[in-house]
């Protein structure tokens, strides 16, 4: 089968635009399951938070565009939510969404200070030096990070977790927490929506291998290609895409028992691969010569000559 060119950061993003998935995200992450946010109140919102900094006649553009964000309103105030996907753990993190969140504060001060400007409406040369009144009020901004990796995230969690602090200079340092949620643990968790519940079970029990959990629960229900797409991206798993994709061409649905028995081989497979290439490398350490590394591929994995010999050739 031809690889498909459709990236696994475009299939996340498509899923979590969905109102109904993206509530479902947050009120799990941040609420507890309780339904806090509602997918009815949610509109798409403005993902790319880039800015100007400007300090002592000195000014810099910092780009920076988030992967999903929506707003919802509260009477006539509004709240900013920012979602970000990451597929590796990132050692600044914390640092990457603490500016991520001031763009967002930035930008709308902007917003504000140039409509100020324009009214010409300032009481006060204090106003007037800031661009900002008194009473102005930003809104807020609350972003959670979505960590796909299969690793356990090892990195930091907050500011503080990247710096170096003397002990007595602990209590005058500003933090800065972020919040993460990491779907290989993610168990815990209370969704709500059946398409970001199965696709976390799903994910988990790939990451765990647990094959058996797989074929025992979705034995008789078909997943949609949709989310078979999604499943594929999270767990990297360019012949789950492949798979959902075809049967999305003929118009069917992803049967997962049969998909993932096809991952199992395939990552036997891999193992394979992985053994025969330690063992050439191996032979090659102890000065064995590559016709003898040959005989001894063709008698430890049943092998014929030309498969053994394009082996050595290759890892050697």
Not at 140 to 154: A, F, N, T
Not at 184 to 195: A, H, M, Q, W
């Amino acid at each position: 089968m031809e690889r498909n060119k459709i990236k696994p950061d475009t299939i996340l993003k498509t899923f979590w635009r969905d109102n109904e998935h993206f509530a479902d995200l947050f009120n799990a992450a941040l609420f507890d399951g309780r339904q806090v946010l509602k997918a009815g109140d949610l509109t798409e919102a403005d993902t790319d938070i880039s800015s100007v900094l400007k300090f002592n006649g000195h000014a810099e553009t910092m780009q920076k565009i988030l992967d999903v964000v929506k707003k919802t309103a509260y009477g006539v105030d509004f709240v900013i939510w920012g979602l970000e996907n990451q597929a590796k753990i990132h050692y600044a993190m914390p640092l990457r969404h603490m500016v991520g969140d001031a763009f967002s504060y930035m930008k709308e001060y902007d917003e504000i200070a140039a409509q100020n400007r324009k009214d010409k409406g300032f009481d006060s040369s204090e106003e007037f030096l800031s661009n900002f009144k008194k009473t102005d009020r930003l809104h807020p901004v609350i972003s959670l990070c979505v960590y796909y990796g299969e690793r356990e995230w090892d990195g930091p969690l907050s500011l503080k977790d990247m710096l170096k602090i003397p002990e007595e200079l602990e209590a005058m340092i500003a933090d800065y927490k972020m919040n993460l949620i990491q779907v290989r643990t993610s168990e815990s968790l209370k969704f709500c929506n059946p398409d970001v519940d199965t696709v976390f079970d799903v994910s988990r029990a790939i990451y765990a291998r647990d094959y058996q959990k797989i074929n025992r629960k979705y034995k008789d229900q078909a997943i949609s290609t949709d989310l078979g797409l999604v499943i594929g991206a999270i767990t990297e798993s360019q012949q789950l895409i492949d798979h959902a994709l075809e049967l999305e061409r003929k118009g069917g649905r992803v049967d997962m028992c049969n998909a993932l028995e096809e991952l199992k081989q395939e990552g036997v497979q891999e193992g394979v691969q992985k053994g025969i290439r330690i063992l050439i490398r191996t032979y090659k350490d102890f000065n064995v010569t590559k016709d003898s590394a040959v005989k001894k591929l063709m008698e430890e994995f049943s092998m014929p000559e030309d498969e053994a010999a394009d082996y050595v050739n290759r890892y050697w």
